[in-house]
């Protein structure tokens, strides 16, 4: 597989924020063209061949002047309580403006029913895309490791519906690469991919690596659906978000018997998806000898094998 030189310019939306910002960059090292569509051009990154355009996913001309003229569409998942119209705003704009390849950030299990509310509005987002008609990959990834410390209260403790149930925390740089390594090879139409980290922790197991990695005491606290929800809403939060809040966790205890798990091949470790897709992504790019998940054993505080 080599970098392909026939998609002239990328739509990279989010580079104002964490993930697009990652791929932003990294396309620019590889030198791919790409405009980035941002809500406010004075956050957006400074980066050679990238050209700033102003929009917004709820606003449809907006969009469909930023997409013209674009073959590629890079399109982070929205925040909120109207992101599914948001996304059905930006992917009917993409439509209308002619894009021929959708690359979208969805989540992993997405499915109708899915345990975590929002993988639910993923795969709307991902039906809409696959009704458009238009070439697509789905890049399902676990939850954020950079996150996960925010799983923590200041007392170190994790609380949740989790049982015994596994996260598979993944990071946004090897989400990144990932990305990158879909945007500018071929052969990734109509595949959703799993990306996890290498590693299916349990919360006590998180805690214990927690607690390794930054030397404060940690602990799992399990927590029944009810006390999940009073822990939460004493914070006020609006309906939509309690209901995400406790789901995350509560994913976890459900993964393993989910019927979610799509029939497709599913590439489950980061490892796997970059030994499966960009072995010859860039010269010295080595999936043995593994930086990124050296970097993820780190913070999670794990000797290397
Ligand atoms: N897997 C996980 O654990 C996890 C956790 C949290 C979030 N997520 C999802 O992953 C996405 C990317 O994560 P992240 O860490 O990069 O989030 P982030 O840092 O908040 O970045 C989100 C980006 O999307 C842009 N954006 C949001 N709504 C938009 C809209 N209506 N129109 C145009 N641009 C819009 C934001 O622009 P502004 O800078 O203008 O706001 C920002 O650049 C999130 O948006 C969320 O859907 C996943």
Not at 248 to 277: D, E, N, V, W, Y
Not at 291 to 296: C, S
Request: charged share 20%; glycine share 8%; aromatic share 8%.
């Amino acid at each position: 597989m080599h970098v392909t030189t026939s998609i002239p310019l990328i739509v990279v939306t989010g580079s104002t924020g964490q993930l697009g910002g990652r791929v932003a960059a990294r396309l620019a090292a590889l030198g791919q063209p790409q405009r980035l569509l941002v809500r406010d051009p004075a956050r957006a990154p400074q980066l050679p061949d990238a050209e700033v355009i102003q929009a917004a996913y709820e606003d449809g001309p907006s969009m469909r002047v930023a997409f013209s003229g674009v073959q590629t569409l890079f399109l982070v998942s929205g925040w909120g309580p109207t992101r599914l119209e948001q996304h059905y705003s930006a992917i009917d704009a993409a439509v209308a403006a002619g894009v021929e390849r959708i690359v979208y950030t969805s989540f992993l299990s997405a499915a109708p029913q899915a345990t975590f509310t929002h993988a639910r509005e993923h795969y709307l987002t991902e039906q809409h895309i696959r009704a458009s008609e238009r070439r697509y990959t789905f890049l399902r990834p676990s939850f954020y490791l950079d996150r996960a410390p925010r799983w923590f209260s200041e007392e170190g403790v994790i609380h949740g519906p989790a049982g015994n149930g596994t996260v598979s925390w993944v990071s946004r740089d090897d989400l990144a690469d990932v990305a990158v390594s879909v945007l500018t090879t071929g052969g990734h139409d109509g595949a959703s991919y799993d990306i996890t980290g290498s590693q299916a922790l349990t919360l006590a197991q998180a805690a214990e690596q927690f607690s390794r990695a930054t030397g404060l005491p940690a602990s799992y606290q399990p927590e029944t659906l009810e006390e999940a929800r009073a822990s939460r809403a004493k914070f006020n939060p609006p309906e939509w978000e309690l209901e995400a809040w406790v789901s995350c966790p509560l994913s976890a205890i459900l993964s393993r018997r989910s019927p979610a798990m799509p029939p497709r091949p599913s590439l489950t470790t980061f490892t796997g998806i970059r030994r499966a897709i960009s072995t010859s992504l860039r010269p010295g790019f080595d999936p043995v000898q593994d930086e990124v998940d050296q970097r993820i054993d780190q913070l999670l505080g794990v000797s290397p094998s």
